[in-house]
Structures are given as structure tokens and as C-alpha cells.
């Protein structure tokens, strides 16, 4: 299973960075870059947990997979492949998002999915060889646009 784990530094508090991990509303294509619209998909939504239907759309292929989300931990929110059409079950992303010394967050992110398509194989191959920076420009594009928009709530 290739594992990556990188770090990303925003000036958003940590609140708000847990608030936009978990906002399954229909905003949430706007926040995060990498989910396509129309590959969004809101299954249940519990008190720690949900069960959530995200995919990307590029040029050739198309992505997705069906996550539980796990956000039990007050720090870590977890998202589980549960089906996908390109990595294993049990494949999973998590983000542990803690206080920077002079405001903002950290966030550590932990990339562990294990490829079952050639698309899969590609996009693993690619996030391992170049230390997670797909993963990480995407997570801060999502933190930039949070950034420039303090007052947006979530």
C-alpha cells in the first residue's frame, strides 16, 4: 500500500480547517479543487461518521470512491475507502490538523491507498514519486481560497 505523509501550514484556524474537512453540504465541490460535482454524492451523514461518494474527472479518466468518514477523534478526521474504482477498500486519507505557534493550523496529512486499476496505479505511482505534492496543492488551494475569504462560513 503506498503511504505518503506530508505537512501543510495555513493561516486558517484549526475550527475552521476541521469545519471545511467536514462540510458535506452542496458546497463542498467549491471547496475542495479535486471533487467533481457531479461525482459528489451524500449517502448519510451521522453524528461522528459519514458515508460519502467523491470522485475527480481529467482528461482520460475518472475517479471516485465511496469513503466512510471518521472524525471521532477531535484532532484527525479519517476517510475510509469503503467501493472505488481505483484503490482497495480499507484504503484510506486522514488529516490531523493541530495549532501553529502564532495562529493558524498544521495540518498532517497521511496518503495510504493501495491501487487496484491503471489509473489507480498512475495516480499512486505519481503521489509517491513526488512526496504527496498532488495531494498537498490541492489541500492548500482549498486553504487559499479560506484564506482569502475570512469571513465565508462553514
Not at 463542498?28 to 459528489?40: A, E, F, K, N
Not at 480499507?90 to 505557534?101: E, I, L
Not at 486499476?117 to 479560506?146: N, Y
Request: hydrophobic content about 35%; charged content about 25%.
Amino acid at each position: 500500500m503506498p503511504k505518503v505523509a506530508m505537512d501543510v501550514e495555513t493561516t486558517v484556524e484549526p475550527a475552521r480547517v476541521r469545519a471545511a474537512l467536514l462540510d458535506f453540504s452542496p458546497r463542498r465541490p467549491q471547496i475542495w479543487p479535486g471533487i467533481t460535482p457531479g461525482l459528489y454524492e451524500v449517502y448519510s451523514v451521522e453524528e461522528t461518521t459519514a458515508e460519502i461518494k467523491e470522485g475527480t474527472k481529467a482528461p482520460g479518466m475518472t475517479v471516485w470512491a465511496k469513503e466512510r468518514y471518521d472524525w471521532s477523534d477531535p484532532y484527525t478526521v479519517r476517510w475510509t475507502v469503503q467501493e472505488s474504482n481505483f484503490c482497495a477498500p480499507g484504503s484510506y486519507v486522514q488529516a490531523t490538523v493541530t495549532p501553529r505557534d502564532g495562529g493558524g493550523s498544521r495540518v498532517h496529512i497521511e496518503w495510504n491507498r493501495t491501487p487496484t486499476s491503471f489509473s489507480g496505479r498512475v495516480a499512486a505511482f505519481l503521489i509517491k514519486a513526488t512526496k504527496g505534492k498532488p495531494v498537498a496543492a490541492s489541500f492548500k488551494k482549498a486553504m487559499d481560497k479560506l484564506e482569502r475569504d475570512p469571513g465565508q462560513s462553514l
